[in-house]
């Protein structure tokens, strides 16, 4: 990015990523963490001057590695939560990624995780293939849980997480670490 610095992207990434709403794309913000990434050695160190968790500085790094159409259409917005693109960034073949990222963009729907399930039973493949593929695609050391609730539930969760600023799953991830943060 031109004219970027450090202190530049720090701003953008405390300013994009400690509020409810962005004022930037997912494309911006990765960018942002490569800049730092490469001036402090790594991305824990990112994380650390950012105040946030190593996880969300990773994830933001792999729209970096999706290719040029994907990346377009997170730069326009189309894609613009990033457990989506993370999501389609952990599907090994690039055609796919494309395929997946064009289909979240044509969504008129809430463009929550779940309607990636949706596109996986358009698509013909089971849930539990479905599982599978997301299980071997994950990178190594990320440990996936993956727990279905109550409409009533996920709804409830939705909404403490949107009062948050997070996504749903890292409010469970929070709520959980909190939990075992306390069983000592």
């Not at 040029?68 to 730069?75: A, G, M, P, R, Y």
């Not at 293939?129 to 996920?154: N, V």
Request: hydrophobic share 40%; charged share 35%; glycine share 4%.
């Amino acid at each position: 990015m031109k004219g970027l610095d450090e202190e530049t992207a720090l701003s953008i990434i405390y300013a994009n990523t400690k509020r409810k709403k962005r004022s930037v794309d997912l494309l911006t913000i990765a960018r942002s963490c490569e800049y730092l990434v490469g001036l402090y050695g790594s991305q824990k160190a990112v994380a650390e001057q950012a105040d946030l968790h190593g996880e969300m500085i990773r994830q933001f790094m792999s729209v970096l590695k999706l290719p040029t159409e994907v990346q377009d259409l997170i730069s326009r917005r189309q894609i613009d939560r990033l457990d989506v693109a993370y999501r389609i960034a952990m599907i090994k073949d690039p055609a796919q990624q494309i395929a997946a990222a064009r289909a979240m963009a044509d969504l008129t729907l809430s463009k929550d995780v779940r309607d990636i399930t949706k596109l996986v039973r358009k698509a013909g493949s089971s849930i539990e293939e479905s599982k599978k593929r997301i299980i071997e695609a994950k990178p190594k050391g990320l440990h996936i849980f993956m727990m279905d609730f109550k409409d009533k539930t996920y709804n409830s969760i939705c909404k403490k997480a949107k009062e948050r600023g997070v996504g749903p799953a890292e409010l469970v991830k929070q709520i959980v670490e909190d939990w075992l943060d306390r069983q000592g």
